[in-house]
T-cell receptor, first 112, second 113 residues
């Protein structure tokens, strides 16, 4: 049974520091992995999708890596800003139809 | 392009009552998913439609939950009768193809008293 874990549950950094968010999963048989951002009271916004055959994906200040064999993904956010404050969720796609299994999320606060 | 919309944004009902949640996916997205986050837990999959057909409803908690997607457009999720443990945030998501990026709606917060 697939389990997705995100550590730490919460993180506070000063503005300008790089953010490193971790996600681990127990079953390497995934189709892809997605990172989402959730702002309070809002839905989830997809940040990056990494296919199972890829090692990393980049978008602006965001970079996500995937090591399927070890069941790990890391989301890096460079030069954090207060607007990056949100909850970041990792989810793995566990079947070809797109069924997602989520981690509990990491709540990030970037202080000015 | 309009995003995924959900209605209502918040619903407060008493135990035993019925509630119907609605989701309008992005136009042209054949795949529609329902997920739920119960307080303190991870977001969990409920079911998946491809057009009007239920592809996977393995996450539906019990037969008090009924989902429909008539005509392959919007979807409804009915809870009848509601129980206290049904409280949570219900999210809808859509994608053009299975396995593609899923676009989420803002969610419906359901509170059962």
């Amino acid at each position: 049974k697939q389990e997705v874990t995100q550590i730490p549950a919460a993180l506070s950094v000063p503005e300008g520091e790089n953010l490193v968010l971790n996600c681990s999963f127990t079953d390497s048989a995934i189709y892809n992995l997605q990172w989402f951002r959730q702002d309070p009271g809002k839905g989830l916004t997809s940040l990056l999708l990494i296919q199972s055959s890829q090692r990393e994906q980049t978008s602006g200040r965001l970079n996500a890596s995937l090591d399927k064999s070890s069941g790990r993904s890391t989301l890096y956010i460079a030069a954090s800003q207060p607007g990056d404050s949100a909850t970041y969720l990792c989810a793995v796609t566990i079947d070809s139809w797109g069924k997602l299994q989520f981690g509990a999320g990491t709540q990030v606060v970037v202080t000015p | 392009e309009a995003g995924v919309t959900q209605f209502p944004s918040h619903s407060v009902i008493e135990k035993g009552q019925t509630v119907t949640l609605r989701c309008d996916p992005i136009s042209g997205h054949d795949n529609l998913y329902w997920y739920r986050r119960v307080m303190g837990k991870e977001i969990k999959f409920l079911l998946h439609f491809v057009k009007e057909s239920k592809q996977d409803e393995s996450g539906m908690p019990n037969n008090r939950f009924l989902a429909e997607r008539t005509g392959g457009t919007y979807s409804t999720l009915k809870v009848q009768p509601a129980e206290l443990e049904d409280s949570g945030v219900y999210f809808c998501a859509s994608s053009r193809q299975g396995g593609d990026t899923q676009y989420f709606g803002p969610g419906t917060r359901l509170t059962v008293l």
